[in-house]
């Protein structure tokens, strides 16, 4: 398994660096991001020992269990599923650095107040739903921006960027178009000029569709099956509402 895991963690980093340089953009701007969801620890931490030290949980409940398995291994760890606000105490006592999906005031508030009482800071993106699907969770693009503007003023929250999930189809136009969108609003906000928000980061693509991703203008893709191979459940599974 090590092995496996080691040649397709190569394949995929010749795969965004040939994509990179096919859409004239530099490599180093797009960062490889190992969804971790049903992976158990000891495949994670071949990844982490190989210098992949970016991983991401969907589950409150699977970054709880396997947080002492990979604690002494150094990475950063990102969440990216949906996050009911009576969960946020356990997103901050297991060291994420950065908490992807931020789509409403009340948990912005609430995650605010949290970090404020700890003394704390936490990095977060903006989730959007570009598909317009109710399955998925995430603000309206034509909310993000009003979103932005209120959760700005909550002092110990950073906003970083934007993240979306792509449509699950096919039809890559019909991702791309999401895709596009996202990069759309991006530019939108940065046009917008709001004090304290940086658009540093947009999180798109996972492993059916980084490529298209990147091609959009992509920072960080979220690869998981790809890497660590399939999981019982599609994608669809544990990004959609019914499973949040």
Known sequence: MRDIILDNLEVIQKKIKACCIQNHRDPKEVKLLLA?????????????????????????????????H??????HSHFIGHLQTNKIKYILQHDVSCI????????????????????????I??????????SKFGVAPDETIAL????????????????????FST???????????LKNLQLAIIKADIPHVSMQELSMGMSGDYEIAIAEG????????????????PDSYYWNETHA
């Open 36 to 68: 971790t969801k049903t992976v158990p620890p000891d495949r994670i931490q071949i990844a982490l020992s190989a210098g992949y030290t970016c991983i991401a949980e969907n589950k409150v409940q699977e970054l709880r269990e396997k947080y002492d």
């Open 70 to 75: 990979l604690r002494n291994i150094p990475h």
């Open 100 to 123: 992807q999906s931020i789509d409403r005031l009340d948990l912005a508030q609430k995650l605010n107040e949290k970090l404020k009482a700890n003394n704390q800071f936490m990095d």
């Open 125 to 134: 993106l903006i989730q959007v739903n570009t598909s317009k699907e109710k």
């Open 148 to 167: 932005i503007r209120q959760i700005v003023n909550l002092e110990n929250v950073r906003i970083k960027g934007l993240m979306t999930i792509g449509l």
């Open 171 to 181: 039809n890559k136009e019909k991702v791309r178009e999401c895709f596009r969108l």
């Open 218 to 233: 992509a920072t960080i893709v979220r690869i998981g099956t790809a890497i660590f191979g399939a999981r019982i459940y």
